[in-house]
């Protein structure tokens, strides 16, 4: 038996759910009165409908995502009346997915003109899926990305990631596994841009 300290897993180690996490987190900031937990637990109860449970343990495709934010906005408008709190206009949350398709440009500077579009306050928000690697640390996430200020994004994520993620560090669809001046390397497939929009 080794002598060394035995660590706690902790929640996210062992686990692929940041995209669930995403979604919920992405949908909270746009209407912070539905609770958090509701909306966990119909995107997960929506997900198993997909019949691959597996994927909650080994990692949320882009797929998954479209079919449980498909889900989630459908419960929340048959559920929900969504009213502006300041000018009581009646409101819709839709999603696009802008680099679904190859043919789309997706050149470094579009990306980043598509994520820095995100202003929760104003309602409109992107998740992303992105890989991190520095020559240490190297995984894949899904986070939110709620601002754009002084060159850096902003996020909303449930695990540790960093609060600003610095414009300078990042790659775009690089085939480069690590680099350790730009280690963030945005998916831009893995993009999805979800608004408030008025009726």
């Known amino acids: 038996m080794s002598a060394n300290r035995i660590k706690p897993a902790k929640q ?43 994927a909650f ?9 479209k079919n449980v ?14 009213t502006d709190n300041t000018t009581n206009e009646p409101y819709r949350i839709k999603f696009s997915i802008p680099y679904w398709v190859k043919d789309n440009e997706r050149s470094r500077k ?8 995100a202003n929760y306050r104003k309602g409109t928000v992107c998740i ?11 995984y894949a996430h899904w986070t939110v990305i709620k601002g754009f200020k002084d ?3 902003n996020t909303h994520d449930s695990s540790g990631e960093a609060k600003k993620i610095d414009m300078d560090t990042i790659r775009v669809d690089s085939q480069q596994r690590k680099n350790s001046q730009r280690p963030y390397n945005f998916f831009s497939e893995d993009i999805f841009v979800i608004e408030r929009i008025v009726e």
């Open 151 to 153: 060159g850096c994004f």
């Open 69 to 82: 934010l498909s889900r989630l906005l459908e419960y929340i408008h048959s559920t929900y009346d969504l």
């Open 57 to 65: 343990i080994e990692g949320t495709s882009r797929g998954t995502i």
């Open 12 to 54: 996210g180690n062992l686990d692929g759910a940041c995209g669930f996490y995403a979604i919920v987190n992405a949908i909270h900031l746009l209407e912070p009165d539905i609770p958090q937990q509701e909306l966990f637990n119909i995107a997960i109860s929506t997900f198993i409908q997909d019949g691959n449970p597996m």
């Open 128 to 138: 992303l899926g992105f890989g991190m690697n520095d020559g240490e640390l190297d």
């Open 110 to 117: 579009d990306v980043i003109d598509t994520l820095s579009q």
